[in-house]
């Protein structure tokens, strides 16, 4: 069974940095075809995806965010880390990890997420 | 790459059908056979119901089903029960520069 867990800081100060980790369990991410993805919902508004990475360690991101994010892995902790800096307001947001799936272009398992408030 | 687009809400009565759509463009929706949907009750984590433009997950009722035509996906929630009532998320790929690009959302009501 697939289960997905975010963690890091629910409150952060304008122009700091962000570190988001997605603990994992149920896929191993060096296996061919996985990826890990972080989406993010400001509170009563739409998703939006942010990031994502594959086994083979290629990443992508959002264009209009992409100067900003990092996002990597570490295999041997079941772990994937989102790195945002300059965080501000309109930043608040529920951030997500969710499992795409084997090869696939959907996220079939999703974390619980973890909001995140910043404050100015 | 813009937010595909949703009506903000939908409803019906108990029993009823309500199909939400999902405008896009030839660079997303109409040009990849990648559209998924998500339902969101509140304070929840999303859930996939759709994938690959209409197939269902295993454990989906078959009461919800997915199309396209052309630039526009749709999802149509046939028979509806309370349970229903939520937010709906689509998603589509969108090219290997910008993965994916969701839907600005729908809110269903069970009347």
């Known amino acids: 069974q697939i289960t997905l867990k975010e963690s890091g800081p629910t409150l952060v100060k304008s122009t700091q940095t962000l570190t988001l980790t997605c603990t994992f369990s149920?896929?191993?991410?060096?296996?061919?075809?996985?990826?890990v993805g972080w989406i993010r919902q400001p509170p009563g508004k739409a998703l939006e995806w942010l990031a994502l990475?594959?086994?083979?360690?290629?990443?992508r991101y959002s264009p209009a965010l992409k100067s900003r994010f990092t996002i990597t892995k570490d295999t041997s902790k079941n772990q994937v880390v989102l790195t945002m800096t300059n965080m501000d307001p309109v930043d608040t947001a529920t951030y997500y990890c969710?499992?795409?799936?084997?090869?696939?272009?959907?996220?079939?398992?999703w974390g619980q997420g973890t909001l995140v408030t910043v404050s100015s | 790459q813009s937010a595909l687009t949703q009506p903000p809400s939908a409803s019906g009565s108990p029993g009823q059908s309500v199909t939400i759509s999902c405008t896009g463009t030839?660079?997303?929706?109409?040009?990849?056979?990648?559209v998924s949907w998500y339902q969101q009750h509140p304070g929840k984590a999303p859930k996939l119901m759709i994938y690959?433009?209409?197939k269902r997950p295993s454990g989906v009722p078959d009461r919800f089903s997915g199309s396209r035509s052309g630039n526009t996906a749709s999802l149509t929630v046939s028979g509806l029960q309370a349970e229903d009532e939520a937010d709906y998320f689509c998603?589509?790929?969108?090219?290997?520069?910008?993965?994916?690009?969701f839907g600005t959302g729908t809110k269903v009501t069970v009347l």
């Open positions: 969710a499992h795409r799936a084997d090869g696939r272009n959907y996220f079939d398992y």
């Open positions: 149920g896929f191993a991410l060096r296996t061919s075809g996985e990826g």
């Open positions: 990475i594959y086994w083979d360690d290629d990443k």
């Open positions: 030839s660079s997303d929706v109409g040009g990849y056979n990648y």
């Open positions: 690959e433009v209409n």
């Open positions: 998603c589509s790929f969108a090219g290997s520069n910008n993965l994916y690009v």
